[in-house]
């Protein structure tokens, strides 16, 4: 029996496609599907090609709204050959009833509990159109991911991704976390994630988690043991938690923490507060930035534009802290309505939604009428806003004070400027040179 998992093409970064970070839900679904499966093959699009005419007795895949299509346009084709389908990812898990139109099953948010139900229908050919239970995985109870099955073992300039921890309690308006994995954080033992680094010979790893520091009891205890590890890397969280204890971010960064991307959002706190965010306190900014960068953390600031109360003259306010306040980098993106979150139950009732075509669900497209800008205003100015802020007089003014990570520092800004320069007429090379000291590139033969 054969299991082909794959992750359509459609993916863009900052309205750049090209290759971005390994999708950890396929070598989680691997480890789950290894008992029932002789032969297991891993296929992003974004990757490597995959060839319509492979062999499978059953094909998973797995979707952010912009895969959708690409999606929808495989499950079709493997279903017509006589091979039976099932999706899961933060698509289905919300537009269900369309995924049901392409697929013989759909898994709504976690898959792990449902599994082996999924297996034992699978083998019988009872397959359910719909897989759903309200349980969560105890994270102690998650296998090791199946990375090695990822291309090149995943073992490009791609940072490794693995997670420590699922759910979070803060339910923003705009996003679909809180929904799928629950408001109760989840942790898994530090010594299964201290485990699962140890297996794979990169250096540089990308923990994929939402909200790195919620536990700070955890989070002490999983910086502690990296530590030995000599590992770098980067994660995501809510900087009021990263930044309550400066004692953390120091270890953090002992632990090889070099930057962490923090959801900054809006600068104007109604705007925060209207987002369910209100716990990101404007005023606390400029300190907490301080703080990360006193302990040696490059800051990655997310924002998001086309709130509601967002004008012309937020692009400007928003360029003008970012400089002021020398992030290492900001992660943009276009306010898009999501299927599941609060948001796109908003503008959807309203009848605002007018591009209902899911590839333009990237973060950097407007497919919404918003109140005071149109389309092409806020879309041109998010572009423009980009090519300020990684033009090169940019990048070495935000220089000094992010020297902490030099070859970090200009990789990533190299990387943005030629995003945002090129804006999707080219992407990067997929296998850039490998960074000496951050990533080694032995052959995988220990796996
Ligand atoms: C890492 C990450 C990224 C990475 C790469 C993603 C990748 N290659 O997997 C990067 C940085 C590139 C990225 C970019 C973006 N991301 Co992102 N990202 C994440 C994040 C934080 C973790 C993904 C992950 O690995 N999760 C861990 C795995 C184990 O969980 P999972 O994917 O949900 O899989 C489980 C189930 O869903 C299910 N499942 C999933 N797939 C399948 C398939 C089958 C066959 C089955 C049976 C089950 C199944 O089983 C898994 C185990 O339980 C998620 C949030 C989250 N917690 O998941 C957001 C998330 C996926 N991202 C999101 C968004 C919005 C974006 C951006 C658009 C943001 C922006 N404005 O720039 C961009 C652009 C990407 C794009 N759409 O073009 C949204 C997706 C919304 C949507 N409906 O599309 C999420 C859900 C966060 C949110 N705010 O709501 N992202
Ligand atoms: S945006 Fe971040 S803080 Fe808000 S609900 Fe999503 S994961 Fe939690």
Known sequence: MKLLLIA???????????????????????????????????????????????????????????????????????????????CGGSHASFMTSECQEHFDSVVINEVEMVWAEIMRDFQSDTLKPVYHTNQLIDL??????????????????????????????????????????GKKFRTRPVEHVVEEIKRFPSRLFFFVDDNIFLSREYAYELCEALI????????????????????????????????????????????????????????????????????????????????????????????????????????TGVMTPFPGTEVYKRVKSEG?????????????????????????????????????FYSWPSIFKRFWANRAHPLYYFGMNFTHWWRAYRNGKRALPSVAPSLPGLLELPACDKL
Not at 29 to 38: G, H, K, N, T, V
């Open 8 to 86: 359509p093409a459609g993916l863009e970064v900052q309205g750049v496609k090209g290759k971005h970070v390994h999708h950890l839900n396929l070598a989680l679904i691997a480890a789950l599907a290894e008992p029932y499966f002789d032969e297991i093959k891993v296929i992003e699009e974004e990757f490597e090609r995959l060839d319509l005419n492979e062999t499978a007795d059953l094909v998973g895949i797995t979707m952010m709204t912009c895969q959708a299509p690409r999606g929808y346009f495989l499950a079709d084709h493997f279903r017509k050959r006589g091979i039976r389908t099932v």
């Open 140 to 181: 102690k109870d998650l296998p090791m991911p199946r990375k090695d099955l990822f291309f090149n073992a995943g073992t490009t300039l791609n940072a490794q991704v693995l997670q420590t921890g699922r759910g979070c309690p803060l339910g923003c308006n705009f996003c679909t976390v809180t929904l799928m994995y």
């Open 228 to 331: 030995p590890l000599k590992i770098k890397w980067g994660s995501q969280g809510s900087m009021e938690l990263i930044c309550r204890d400066e004692e953390l971010l120091k270890l953090a960064s002992k632990s090889g923490c070099i930057s962490l991307f923090v959801g900054i959002e809006s600068i104007d706190q109604e705007t925060l507060n209207a987002a369910h965010k209100s716990f990101n306190k404007v005023k606390n900014y400029e300190e907490n930035i301080k703080k990360m960068r006193r302990a040696g953390i490059n800051v990655v600031g997310a924002f998001i534009f086309g709130f509601d109360q967002d004008t012309p003259k937020t692009f400007d306010k928003v360029y003008a802290f970012a400089m002021k306040n020398r992030l290492a980098m900001v992660n």
């Open 352 to 388: 605002k939604i007018f591009d209902n075509n899911w590839e333009h669900y990237t973060g950097a497209n407007l497919v919404w009428n918003h109140p005071t800008m149109s389309k092409g205003e806020i879309e041109e100015f998010y572009t423009k806003f980009r090519q300020k």
